[in-house]
């Protein structure tokens, strides 16, 4: 008997709102989505897995708690799209929640228990995608451009990718084979980090607060001063980088600024930071267009902000009009790299990672 061309990728990110998955099927040369679904995160697992992003008191102890609990929501992901999935599930590919990215010391760490996840699902699960390419010298990330251009290259046009969830990322899909990309700075991380503060939301909806405001040019200015936005690629970065400490250090000059302008500022660093990164990677050939996926991707302001950004001569539009929802394409993503890992097919870019080569990426638990 054949085997399931079926799979479930899952994916919970540095947003820290909960849990994406989709039900895939990946028959013939096939990328389709036949199912997705969320399971939010407890409150006090996200305090928990936000506090686990810097270290802390009897930290190895709450991690192993945290992961456990974890693995609980994955699992209850799984249920929601095992029961919608028209045969056997071959495989789970579960992302981890990230709350640690070091490269430059050779460590990434996802928590995640994915034993207890096949334990709870009684599926294989494919999990730690992202160590093999750091132990090859890469920087583990972002992994999602070779699925990028598996799913939405076309060819001889140049296209790019922007994921815009905690941090943003560009894929840039070149139309003759060649991919390049990194992590282009904060996406939604400081933005989410200042009207949590402020207003008690988790986000800003459609940027309506940051459109109350008016960007400050000085602080924008000292914003981009930072050494991580000229670092050549490959590069990538996290909230070990862009944090809460990071950003009150750039505020403390500029207490005269009020906080709905703080946040349009903040959102136009990040419409600043990502138009600067494409710009930088399509010399001479301009992209014919770019599409944004992520949290972001529902963020009318930021998306108006890029456009400005970009000059207003490339068409910016979600993933949505290349078939795939935004806030399904990283799920998506880790389902393709599962499904590459179970066909023993690489799934890094070394272009875009720095890695020393191709590599199988995963780390296998049998149910």
């Known amino acids: 008997m054949p085997s399931s061309s079926l799979y479930i990728g899952l994916m919970s990110g540095t947003s820290l709102d909960g ?32 506090a686990l992003q810097a270290a802390g008191h009897n930290e190895l102890e709450r991690e192993a708690i945290a992961a456990n609990a974890l693995a609980r929501c994955y699992a ?10 028209p045969g056997p599930v071959r495989a ?5 929640q990230t709350i640690r ?32 390419d750091v132990a090859a010298g890469g920087q583990g990330a972002p992994l ?38 990194y992590d282009t700075g904060p996406g939604n991380v400081l933005m989410d980090l ?32 930072e050494a991580y936005f000229r670092q050549p690629a490959p590069k990538s970065t996290g909230r070990d980088l862009f944090h809460a400490q990071w950003l009150d250090a750039k505020l403390a000059d500029f207490t005269d600024v009020a906080p709905a302008d703080v946040q349009a500022t903040l959102t136009r660093l990040t419409a600043v930071s990502i138009a600067r990164a494409i710009e930088l990677e399509t010399p001479g050939q301009p992209a014919q267009a770019v ?16 456009r400005t950004a970009l000059g207003g001569a490339v068409t910016v539009a979600s993933t949505e009009a290349l078939g795939v929802a935004p806030n399904r394409v990283e799920a998506l993503a880790f389902a393709w ?26 780390a296998l638990y049998p149910a």
């Open 101 to 132: 990215h070091r490269p430059e010391l050779g460590f990434t760490r996802q928590t995640n228990n994915p034993a207890l996840l096949a334990e709870l699902t009684g599926i294989d699960v494919i999990a730690d995608f992202r160590t093999r």
């Open 19 to 50: 849990v994406d998955g989709v039900l895939a099927d990946f028959h013939g040369r096939g990328i389709r989505t036949l199912q997705a679904a969320f399971t939010p995160f407890p409150p006090d697992l996200r305090a928990e897995l936000m």
């Open 76 to 85: 209850d992901c799984v249920a929601q799209l095992a029961a919608a999935a």
């Open 194 to 225: 200042w009207i949590a503060r402020h207003q008690g939301r988790a986000y800003d909806a459609d940027g309506a607060w940051a459109a109350s405001g008016r960007v400050d040019e000085r602080l924008l200015a000292a914003l981009l001063d």
């Open 337 to 362: 790299l599962g499904y590459r890992f179970m066909g023993r097919r690489p799934g890094n870019l070394p272009a875009v990672t720095g890695a020393a080569g191709l590599r199988v990426l995963g």
């Open 291 to 306: 599409y944004v996926c992520g949290g972001g991707a529902y963020n009318g302001v930021l998306l108006q902000e890029l």
């Open 92 to 96: 789970v590919a579960v992302h981890g």
């Open 144 to 181: 999602v451009p070779a699925f990028h251009e598996a799913r939405f290259g076309k060819p001889k046009q140049v296209r790019v990718v922007v994921n815009i969830g905690g941090i943003g990322n560009i894929s840039v899909l070149h139309g003759d084979g060649r991919v390049g990309g």
